[in-house]
């Protein structure tokens, strides 16, 4: 049995470094007596051992930028006490809304001090809540009154950026919230059903090693043998070079093809983030700015339609960073996802990435806006001023 045994052991190694087909053309040719190579990447022929076996995996890895062990990203969450809101927030239904001086006048419904326009699109802030056989009405910050639809719970599923103590090697990105969970496959393209079983969760930040394109459709290498198509990462590829005319080595680059965010500072990346940039036809103008206003908080209204019908009001927008007239950086509390087009033009965040780049800028920093894809209208007569 030791005997048999033996001789299979060595059936099976010799196998592995004896050609069993006739090498093609420009291929190396290995003696049949040839030692195999210790395990590493041989991007060239070694000549004197065979690089087959582990050597051919890693090595395969390599030319696909990965290298083992696997390392993490030098990154870390922020501090969680930075999506802590300083107001309370309720949206109003869609239908025209009367605000009140007292709660007397907002029972009886009469001595209304001012209208809020109909919209999809309304918040206001408030300090106080009272019941009464009238029904519930709320007390806002400026001491009027009003009847609203319901109270906002502020969603969490996004859990904001990521700080880094040195720039990423490789680009990396968070899995888009377009399902629950999207499952890796073996090989890139949809011609072959190898799903690997393993699903990762929206919003689950992944390193991306190489990316290539099957049938027109961008695929996205996650790990060894696990992509994942394109359109469901929105990522983050650091580069370190400041855009024409940004000197100072502090920067704020917004990809609305990713939507991304990304910070420089002295040409090292340190934070990025998801963001909700303007949807068409109310585009995020492309462009150099820079940040010329800060705000702890302030309200926004607007209408962009003839018939009013996109009319928003907002109030108490935190943490808000004006770089082009009506278009700013700021925590929007109303959105309930990041990584895809939603705004009037203005680059929405998450409260807690908001509050980190609102402590973190400075007035005179640079605002850099891109859309690689080359989708989004870059002559400046399109814009307008802009909008939340």
Known sequence: MRLLLSFFLFAQVFSVISPVAKPTQGSPQYASNAALCLPGVYRIDPQDCVPLGPSSYLTQLAAEGITLPLLSLPSQPIDASLAE??????????????????????????????????GGLRYVSYINITETTSGRFFELTDGTWVSVSSRVSIPHSYPGGVLFSRTPEHAFGWILPFASSVETKQTPGYDLQDYTGHFVNQYAIVQ?????????E???LIAPAEWVEGRYIGMVTPNTTPPQGVENGRWIEVNLFEQILAVYDQSKLIYAALIASGQDPFFTKPGLFQIDRKLESTTMSGSFTANHSDFYYLEDVPWTMYYDHARALHGAYWRTAFGYPQSHGCINLSPADAHWLFDWAKVGDWVYVWDPSGNTPTDPSYYGDGGA
């Open 85 to 118: 809101l300083p107001y309370s927030y309720a949206r109003l239904g869609d239908s025209p809304t009367k605000v009140y001086a007292s709660l007397q006048d907002a029972m009886t419904g009469k001595n209304e001090v001012r209208i809020i326009e109909a």
């Open 208 to 216: 991306v090693f190489s990316t290539q394109m099957v049938n027109n």
């Open 218 to 220: 961008e695929w996205d």
